[in-house]
């Protein structure tokens, strides 16, 4: 339905893609998606888009790789966004690619993942490996949510809001 103010007016990109975060934000994924959906049809490359949906796609709907092509074009539309980055590695590690987000670390922290990012990704690595000791605890960001054993790929709804809030910034 258009939604700048005239009747039978195409809606503009920006405002679908307000749409989108408003159901994002208020956990309504079907509707979500639809709008992400509906912007990337009339914006093929929107890398906000690509990215909001991947987000949606991995981490609150549990379809990992899914998401992967949409993170990859946002990634491929902005290489130094390093939200990008950290949300393309986190999908490809819950779709159990550890050892391309491994050789990827590198080029992400050329392009300025801090390494409290770069920490949690590995702890998650090792947490997720076969015979996995926990590395030291200074490795871990302050911040962070203690990861458990076997629940690394079940977020809590606040670490699933913190990343909501984290991909809307500009």
């Given at each position: ?43 093929p490359e929107h890398p906000d888009g690509h990215h909001n949906l991947g987000v949606l796609l ?106 909501a809030d984290l991909f809307q910034r500009k």
């Amino acid at each position: 339905p258009p939604v700048s103010g005239e009747p039978g007016e195409a809606p503009v990109p920006n405002e679908i893609l307000a749409r989108a975060i408003a159901h994002h934000k208020a956990w309504e994924y079907a509707e979500a998606e639809s709008c992400y959906r509906e912007l990337l049809a009339l914006s093929p490359e929107h890398p906000d888009g690509h990215h909001n949906l991947g987000v949606l796609l991995a981490v609150q709907l549990m379809r990992p790789q899914e998401a992967l092509p949409h993170l990859e074009a946002a990634l491929n539309a902005d290489a130094s966004n390093v939200q990008y980055w950290f949300s393309y590695l986190d999908a490809l590690l819950r779709a159990g690619h550890a050892d391309l987000v491994q050789q990827l670390l590198p080029m992400a922290q050329a392009a300025g993942l801090q390494r409290a990012m770069v920490n949690a990704l590995l702890e998650r690595i090792a947490v997720a490996s076969p015979g996995h000791s926990a590395p030291a605890q200074e490795a871990v960001p302050q911040d962070a949510a203690v990861l458990k054993p076997g629940r690394a790929a079940e977020p809590t709804r606040q670490a699933m809001q913190a990343l909501a809030d984290l991909f809307q910034r500009k």
